[in-house]
């Protein structure tokens, strides 16, 4: 899972989880994107699909759940609540990675829990519309060549804070995903 747009989302949050930007981080008319990967074995079956979509659909009513639990409650909205939220998550992954010579902060900024929240509270925040897409298993010729060892097979669910697809600036829900692989050189397995 990972934030892709606003692009700079990784240092606004950790500006705010340091105290030095308020809630909300994110403006109201600025696209955010999340995104999911789920990986399924190349000569996957039916049950493994159906697996797939079943923890993309548990997500999304996960997400929607707290989208509805934040707009109907704003005392959670409050900048102090939100960097509290997320400073306990952080703790949480400080006690998990103890022992974890190898832990980086930028694992902190990239924590699913956290950037669910994250997506989550800025459109409860602002009372926008979202969607959730899912794409694949994703077959030769629905990416570029360059990503095939991440995206063979891949199935992508896609989150957005607009109503729709037609409401986004590009021809294709995808885009954004594939210019940030790109400059990412995202590799599966490696």
Not at 18 to 44: A, D, M, T, W
Not at 75 to 86: G, T
Not at 147 to 153: A, C, Y
């Amino acid at each position: 899972m990972q934030m892709i747009l606003p692009e700079d989302i990784h240092w606004r949050l950790a500006k705010f989880m340091q105290g030095r930007k308020v809630f909300p981080f994110i403006e109201n008319n600025e696209l955010v994107c999340i995104f999911y990967l789920y990986l399924i074995s190349e000569n996957h079956d039916e049950l493994e699909r159906k697996k797939a979509v079943d923890v993309a659909t548990q997500t999304v009513k996960r997400i929607s759940f707290e989208i509805n639990k934040n707009t109907k409650g704003n005392s959670y909205m409050d900048s102090d609540m939100v960097r509290e939220l997320y400073l306990k998550r952080q703790l949480q992954i400080a006690v998990d990675q103890v022992e974890n010579i190898n832990f980086r902060y930028d694992q902190i900024l990239n924590d699913p829990i956290i950037l669910s929240y994250c997506f989550s509270q800025h459109v409860s925040y602002y009372k926008q519309d979202y969607f959730f897409q899912i794409y694949g298993p994703l077959n030769e010729g629905e990416y570029l060549n360059e990503m095939r060892s991440t995206l063979q097979g891949a199935m992508i669910m896609l989150g957005f804070n607009r109503k729709d697809e037609t409401m986004l600036p590009f021809k294709h829900p995808l885009i954004p995903l594939y210019i940030w692989l790109k400059d990412h050189q995202i590799r599966v397995g490696l």
